[in-house]
Nanobody, 123 residues
């Protein structure tokens, strides 16, 4: 069973940088594409970014292009989402996801999900 755990969220200032971390267990992380999504109250889940198992292919949604870096460290079973600069519109719960078949760019294609980490960007 794959388990994902996000960390790194919290209250941050607009213009600040933030790195979210997702640690995977229960399955070799290099075999899975991984992704980050977010969902704010009353809003649809938004697919943000994805990375292939090898790290050689990445995808970024238009809403975060230029502000997000997605990397993975398979030796640590970890994927990182670096955001800079943060905007108030980035306030949301951020979720890490993984799936076994390769990189996908739609959130409903992913098999496993973390519990989410709250990011609040003050105004």
């Amino acid at each position: 069973q794959v388990q994902l755990r996000e960390s790194g969220g919290g209250l941050v200032q607009p213009g600040a940088s933030l790195r979210l971390t997702c640690v995977s267990s229960g399955r070799p992380v290099e075999s899975d594409a991984m992704a980050w999504c977010r969902q704010a109250p009353g809003k649809e889940r938004e697919f943000l970014s994805a990375i292939s198992g090898s790290g050689g292919i990445t995808y970024f949604a238009d809403s975060v292009k230029g502000r997000v870096t997605l990397t993975r460290d398979n030796a640590k079973n970890t994927v990182y989402l670096q955001m800079n600069p943060l905007k108030s519109e980035d306030t949301s719960v951020y979720y890490c996801a993984a799936q076994r078949e390769g990189l996908e760019v739609s959130w409903y294609k992913y098999d496993w999900w973390g519990q989410g980490t709250q990011v609040t960007v003050s105004s």
